[in-house]
């Protein structure tokens, strides 16, 4: 395992479910969608992207395929109104304990609802970070949403 303290606590919090569910650093960085598809040699899509949006005083989690544009208005209306915007990169390691490119979707340091968008569901295995920004975790949706505690929701936008 990794000298890495947030890939531990990652593999801490996966040992609970069972799943033999192994979390990886590379070599290479995986901060962006981007930079992970290409050191794992996967499509785009197939990457779990974890963004922290704020809308009004509310948080929340969304995770989608790395192909897609998160909806901000599902993101409004999921959390219940306010203006919407992406946490800053202060409030993110805050509210999940994790630094952007490296936010692990689960063992987040709040209680903020979680949401995986169905647009995953077209891999059979998807990577989300783990902790760091050179992490990976290969994993299906329905792990996801057993490790997460999430909810499914459609925040795809739809293009015109």
């Known amino acids: ?5 947030a890939l531990k606590r990652a593999c801490l919090h ?3 479910f069972n799943l033999n569910l192994k979390p990886q650093e590379h070599e290479q960085t995986t901060k962006t969608a981007g930079e992970a598809a290409q050191a794992l040699g996967v499509a785009i899509g197939q990457i779990a992207k974890t ?18 544009t998160i909806d901000t208005k599902k993101v409004k209306r999921l959390l219940g109104g306010g203006k919407v915007r992406i946490a800053r990169p202060d409030e993110v390691e805050e509210k ?4 952007v490119g490296g936010v692990c979707p689960f ?8 949401f995986l968008d169905n647009s995953m569901n077209r891999f059979g295995m998807v990577f989300s970070a783990a902790g760091s920004t050179r992490s990976f975790l290969p994993i299906t949706l329905e792990q996801l949403k057993l490790v997460t ?5 459609d925040i795809r936008k739809v293009k015109d």
């Open 51 to 68: 963004i922290l949006f704020k809308a009004g005083e509310s948080y929340g989690l969304f995770v989608a395929a790395g192909d897609i």
């Open 14 to 16: 996966l040992e609970q």
């Open 107 to 114: 063992d987040i340091d709040c209680r903020i609802p979680i």
């Open 149 to 153: 505690g999430g909810s499914i929701a």
């Open 96 to 99: 999940t304990g994790y630094p």
């Open 1 to 5: 395992m990794s000298d890495n303290p």
